[in-house]
């Protein structure tokens, strides 16, 4: 029976003392300290995608439910992620993938069912951020003209600007010369946002915080919404972000989690609650269409957001990088080197070049949210973790643990299946509504 360093640190020391063995890798592994960790989890949950939670998450919910559910989910997706970081040392390795832990624990077939659900939820997670990114750039671009170019024109733009971050910032770790500059940027636009939120709440007198629609259109909806409160909380990558913790690896990844839940969902919760609050139910998809105040607080905001995502994009879709760096760079290079260079710009091409097509081509922006909430971060966040915690303590966990983690499985299953129907419904309906390439 495997063992695991869950209910203490003691086994990722050892493994450390004996040496461990780490799969091989062309990023780096063990390099940075749990709070450099804790800020990027700060910064990257409080992204561009909170300007959409407001319509998202609370409109659908309403107070009392929606409130809840923050709550709730929120609670259960820390507990999820801290279990998760418990099983980073089994059997004296350090698992510095989640289909790798997933792979040794139920064999190759667990391995790549896992890849698939990361993958796709780290590809439309992507294709997400290039499509706010793009609506930011044109909101600004509708402030000073009133003719303004077609949202494909600033797709393309934000792609390529992705692509050149991602090619010159290749790894995490190396993110920690941008960390500064991207807290910067996310006080910038939470500031201006709050201010002109509570401005324009107390001035809206006619607020309608009614949840609309037929009843069952309320329960798909509401259960899109669930799936989006998942994705504001967790991102089904802890094992890669906590690959480039130092050790304690697993003690250090529960104190940036702590960060995280705390100081970093005070954050995006924040916007959310208050986005809904100013405006009610019929809250904007993209929350600066709504915003009053001067010209410059519109461009201040978007402008920050914008660039703000570029930082929060990357720590998202690194696995990818990864595995393409890790099959096509000579791992005995630096990451710098000619040959190294030539194959991560053919790599990063392929994949934002893809992205962004696809983007352009389908511009639904809740839709992909809800999408990677449902069939790919509930298995991902609530399910493997238990199921690997009931294959390596056996009948040794006790009873009631085992209750537990049976428990979520089930329960994450059902969740599972009934907010990608809703997810799926939203996607078809949105597809009989708006044409190929549509400039929304």
Known sequence: MASSSMDTEAAGQDSKGSGYTVAATAHA??????????LLLMIGFNCAYVLSFSNLMMAPLGWGWGVACLLLVGAAAWYANWLLAGLHFIDGQRFIRYRDLMGFVFGRKMYYITYFLQFAT??????????LGARALKAINVEFTHTPARLQ???????IVYFAFAYFVPTISAMRNWLATSAVLTLAYDIALFAILIRDGKSNKQKDYNVHGSPSEKVFN??????AILVCNTSGLLPEIQSTVREPAVRGTRRALLLQYTAGVAGYYGVSVAGYWAYGSSVSEYLPNELGGPRWAAVLINAAAFLQSIVSQHLFVVPIHEAMDTHLQRLDEGMFSRYNLTRRLFARGLMFGFNVFVTAL??????????????????????????????IKGKSGGRWSRLWHWGII??????????????????????????????M
Do not use: E
């Not at 024109?153 to 792609?159: N, Q, R, V, Y």
């Open 29 to 38: 592994v063990d390099s940075d300290s749990w709070q450099q960790v804790g």
């Open 122 to 131: 780290l590809l439309l997670c992507n294709m997400g951020f290039i499509l």
């Open 153 to 159: 024109w600033f797709i393309t733009a934000t792609g």
């Open 222 to 227: 509401a259960l899109g919404a669930v799936a």
């Open 362 to 391: 389908f511009p639904f922006m809740g839709d992909f949210v809800n999408l990677v909430g449902s069939f790919a971060l509930v298995p991902l966040t609530f399910m493997f973790p238990s199921m690997v915690v009931l294959k």
């Open 410 to 439: 089930v329960f994450s299953t059902v969740l599972c299946v009934a907010t990608t129907a809703a997810a799926v419904r939203l996607i078809f309906n949105n597809a009989r509504i708006y044409h190929f390439f549509a400039d």
